[in-house]
C-alpha cells in the first residue's frame, strides 16, 4: 500500500513538473530544484516523526531507486526541452513558411491587380483606336458615297447630254412645196426629172437639200415620206411623179383631168441606212402644177431609228 502510494506521490511529482515544464513555466534547473524539493520531501530532515516515520515507510516500502528516478526524470525533462525546442522551432519555421507564402501569394496578387490594370489599359488603348478606325471608316465610307453620288449625279448628266444630244439627232423632219414664188406648170419634159421643192416649211436635222430636192438619211431608221399633186385640165397632161430611194422608184402619185383640177398623193415608210437618198421625180412627158396655195408638196421625217 505504500509502495503504491510512493510510486503515486513519484508520477504525481513527475507529471507536475512536466505539466509545468510543456506550459513552458520553468527552465531546467528550476525542474532540478524542484526535484530536489520533490527529493527532500520524500527524504526530509528528519525533525518530525511523521516524517521519519514516513521516510522510514518510503525507504521501506519503494524499492525504487531515487537516482535512477532523478537520471529517468531529467532525461525525461532533457528529451520534453530538446522536444519543445523542436515545436518551438518547427512553430517558427511554419510561420516563416506561411509569411513566406503570404508574402508570395499578395506579391502574387498584386501582380495580377498590375496586369489586369495593364490589360484594361491596353483594351482601352485598342478601344480608342478602334473607335479611331471606326470613325476614319466611316468618313471614308461618307467620302466615297458622296463621291460616287457625285459621279452617278455626274453619269446622269452625261447621259442626260447624250439622251439630249440623241434626241437632237433624231429630230428630224422636213415639208416643202414647189414653188417659192409665182406659180404655173413644170414639164413636160423628155426625160424624168427631180423636182426641187424650194419652199422649204420645215427642215429639222437640214437632211433635205432644197436646191438639189435630194433627202440624205443622218442615221438609219424607219422613216415616212408623203407628196402630192394637182391634176389640172385644159391643156390636158397627166401629172405623174413618183418617190425614188437611191435611184429605184418607189411609189407614184398620179393625176389626169380634162376640166378643173384633181388631187393625187402617196405616201411610203422606208427603211433608210445612212447615207441613202430619197427624192421625188417627174415623170418624162407630164408635168405638175403649183402657186402660191402650195398644192404639191413633198414631206418627209424620221419615225424612229433602227440599230
Ligand atoms: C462631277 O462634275 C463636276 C463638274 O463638272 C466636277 O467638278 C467633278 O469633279 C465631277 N466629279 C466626278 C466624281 O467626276
Ligand atoms: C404657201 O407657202 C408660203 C411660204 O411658206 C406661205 O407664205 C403661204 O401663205 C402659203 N400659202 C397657203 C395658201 O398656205
Not at 53 to 58: L, P
Not at 178 to 183: D, I, Q
Not at 247 to 274: M, P, R
Request: aromatic share 8%.
Amino acid at each position: 500500500m505504500k509502495g503504491w502510494l510512493c510510486t503515486l506521490l513519484l508520477l504525481e511529482s513527475f507529471v507536475f513538473v512536466v505539466q509545468q515544464q510543456v506550459d513552458g513555466g520553468l527552465a531546467e534547473n528550476e525542474i532540478s530544484q524542484q526535484l530536489s524539493n520533490e527529493d527532500r520531501r520524500q527524504n526530509p530532515p528528519q525533525t518530525d516523526s511523521l516524517r521519519d516515520e514516513a521516510s522510514t515507510d518510503s525507504q521501506q516500502y519503494c524499492h525504487l531507486s531515487f537516482p535512477d528516478i532523478h537520471a529517468a526524470l531529467r532525461e525525461l525533462t532533457a528529451t520534453v526541452t530538446e522536444q519543445k525546442a523542436n515545436i518551438r522551432a518547427l512553430e517558427t519555421q511554419l510561420r516563416e513558411e506561411l509569411n513566406k507564402k503570404t508574402d508570395a501569394l499578395e506579391t502574387r496578387l498584386k501582380d495580377a491587380e498590375k496586369t489586369a490594370e495593364q490589360q484594361t489599359e491596353e483594351l482601352n488603348k485598342k478601344n480608342d483606336a478602334l473607335e479611331t478606325r471606326l470613325r476614319e471608316q466611316q468618313t471614308f465610307i461618307l467620302e466615297e458615297m458622296n463621291k460616287k453620288t457625285d459621279e452617278i449625279s455626274n453619269l446622269t448628266e452625261s447621259q442626260v447630254e447624250e439622251l439630249r444630244k440623241e434626241n437632237r439627232d433624231r429630230e428630224i423632219a422636213f415639208s416643202a412645196s414647189l414653188m417659192e414664188s409665182g406659180g404655173g406648170h413644170i414639164g413636160p419634159f423628155s426625160t424624168d426629172i427631180t423636182l426641187t421643192y424650194r419652199n422649204v416649211f420645215t427642215n429639222i436635222g437640214n437632211a433635205y437639200n432644197p436646191i438639189t430636192g435630194i433627202f440624205t438619211a443622218p442615221l438609219k431608221g424607219a422613216y415616212k415620206f408623203t407628196f402630192s399633186i394637182i391634176g389640172r385640165g385644159n391643156p390636158s397632161t397627166a401629172s405623174t411623179v413618183f418617190i425614188v430611194k437611191n435611184g429605184e422608184k418607189v411609189v407614184t402619185a398620179h393625176a389626169h383631168q380634162d376640166q378643173y383640177d384633181v388631187h393625187s398623193s402617196n405616201g411610203v415608210v422606208l427603211i433608210l441606212e445612212v447615207g441613202d437618198v430619197v427624192y421625188v421625180r417627174l415623170w418624162s412627158g407630164r408635168w405638175i402644177y403649183d402657186d402660191q396655195n402650195n398644192h404639191s408638196t413633198f414631206s418627209g421625217y424620221l419615225l424612229f431609228p433602227l440599230k
